[in-house]
């Protein structure tokens, strides 16, 4: 029978908290590729199965959409007329497309001066009201959580349990593509709520509970029938100048050239290190220069285009291979959490004076051809 694909909540309905009559706040999130590697894996030497699961390919070009479905749909179900937010700019683009939907009011806090151009537009061209601080994205998360007790506003960060609730749909996918779940998933680390909504996911679809969700008991009280025993090893990498996983502690002045993940209080600081440890993973970090030529390998060597803080994923897992940590044989899903489109700034930036100029003549545009056959 051919079904329309309507969202992550109808397609793993009896795994999501909603009920008959809920109404779904979606614009078809989910479902995004699972793209096997072909040319990079060679590079390292060793042989893996190496995935990019490819989250800028959804309605805003972020996973967020995935959470921010959930947790619109159940603002809106308890009443709600506005959302709010603080932002390195992911979220704040699908708050305010998700409350567009729905016919409510987006207030978003974002860092003056260092979020990507891509997700500015978006949150002022869905008609967000967006509120610049003069601080970073710890500032302004502090701020949301204070605010939201003095005026009728839905936090809707992922300390929102809901958002991680959307955002394990990705591990459901993966299983299902895959048939079991992946030995090893990386994926860059910002508030650490991707990680642990991850291994909510794959714990949900092994049928075992995890101390890392909110509403888990020793088993989860959305779940439906165990699907595949297997669970992956998480694997978390940080920009080093963002690292507070790898410092053992916050980081009050972080940095770093992916500003999605510039963030040095992470929110979900003690699930995240449950994660850790339940799958016998481990974080790591990353160097700016490290992120910018995975980001710049993938694009060039695979046409995946991801944003800076996506390509971390895939910059600490290559290390990670090519050191043995993870082993030869291996299969690897690194998550792309955004769409390189998001900042195109750090692109351009990235491929300096890449271009040739030329007259509008024939004879000027066959020699910077035949000058530059591969
Ligand atoms: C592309 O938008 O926190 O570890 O405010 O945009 O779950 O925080 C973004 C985070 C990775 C980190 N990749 O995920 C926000 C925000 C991209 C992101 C992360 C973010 P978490």
New binding site residues.
């Given amino acids: 029978m051919n079904k329309r694909y309507t969202g992550l909540i109808e397609h793993y309905r009896d795994r999501m908290p909603v009920t008959d009559g809920t109404r779904v706040i979606s614009l078809g999130e989910g479902n995004t590729p699972l793209v096997k590697l072909e040319n990079i894996p060679g590079e390292t030497g060793k042989s893996v199965d190496l995935y990019v699961k490819y989250e800028g390919l959804n309605p805003t070009g ?1 996973f ?1 959409d995935r959470g921010m479905t959930m947790a619109v749909t159940r603002a809106v179900a308890e009443g709600s007329r506005a959302i709010i937010c ?7 683009a699908a708050a305010a497309a998700y409350a567009a939907r729905a016919g409510i009011t987006a207030f978003v806090l974002i860092p003056e001066g260092k979020i990507a151009l891509g997700k500015l537009a978006q949150a002022m061209i869905h008609g967000a009201v967006v509120i610049q601080i003069r601080g970073n ?1 710890d500032a302004g998360m502090a701020l949301v959580k204070e605010v939201a007790d003095h005026a009728p506003v839905t936090i809707v960060n ?1 300390i929102n349990p809901y958002r991680l609730q959307g955002q394990k749909t990705a591990a459901f996918e993966i299983v299902d593509e895959l048939g079991a779940a992946p030995d090893f998933h990386c994926l ?8 642990t909504a991850h291994w909510i996911g794959y714990s949900e679809y092994a049928g075992q509970g995890t101390q890392a969700c909110a509403f888990c008991e020793g088993s989860c009280k959305f779940g439906g029938k165990a699907v595949n025993g297997k669970r992956p090893t998480m694997v978390g990498y940080q920009a080093s100048g963002s690292a507070p996983f790898m410092r053992g502690g916050m980081v009050d002045h972080p940095e770093t050239v992916a500003t ?2 510039r ?1 040095g209080h992470p929110q979900s600081w003690d699930r995240a290190w449950t994660v850790q440890k339940e799958s016998g993973g481990w974080f790591d970090e990353c160097s700016d220069e490290e992120i910018l030529a995975a980001q710049k390998l993938l694009t060039s060597r695979e046409g995946i285009f991801c ?1 800076p ?2 390509a971390t994923s895939v910059a600490g897992a290559l290390r990670d291979i090519r050191a043995g940590r993870i082993p030869e044989g291996s299969s690897v899903v690194c998550t792309l ?2 769409h390189g489109l998001k900042d195109p700034d750090t692109a351009i930036r990235q491929c300096g004076d890449d271009m040739l100029t030329v007259d509008a003549e024939l004879s000027a545009v066959k020699d910077a051809i035949l000058n530059n056959m591969a």
Avoid: L, Q
């Avoid at 603080?86 to 704040?92: C, D, I, P, R």
């Avoid at 860059?188 to 990680?195: D, F």
């Fill in positions: 972020s967020k603080a932002s390195t700019g992911n979220t704040s994205f992922s860059p680390v910002g508030n650490a709520g991707n990680i999605a993940i963030i944003e803080a996506s959490t955004g």
